[in-house]
């Protein structure tokens, strides 16, 4: 069963064997370019070409790509070697406390990534769609574009 989950400034994360809790990854732009980019260089991840599309009732300009874990990736949480997955660290914010959002594969994500501006400062709006799998998330995505096409909120496009 999916849910739909919406952040802004998020920051890319990875752990690794080094670093089991993780570290942000540094040199990413907070934009949906840098984060494109990012994504599409990151080992762990096999990254859809890029869509266009829009958030909410205010029809901010977005772009979406579909996140799932490579063959190759290696396990990047401890716990989830108990439940016999692998799974990837992909993302952390501002003051989380060192809380971070992981995922763990057959699970697919699709992000949607927007430029946006308020408080008179530029950010980057995400919103992400859970799958358990490539079937769940193609199923979930009817009522998940429905919740994401209502949302609404004093921000505007940059």
Known sequence: MGRVLFWDDIIPWVADTHYPAGHAVGGVP???AGWMDWLHSNPALEVSVPHSATIGEMGLPAMFVD???ADQAANQAPYCRK???ICVVLLSWPNAGGNTYVFGKPSVLRLYLSDITYGGASHLL???VEGTDAMDLKSFLPLAN???ASADAPIEAT
């Open 146 to 148: 429905r919740v994401i």
């Open 126 to 128: 995400a919103v992400a």
């Open 83 to 85: 439940l016999d997955l």
């Open 30 to 32: 907070n934009t949906v």
């Open 67 to 69: 996140i799932a874990i």
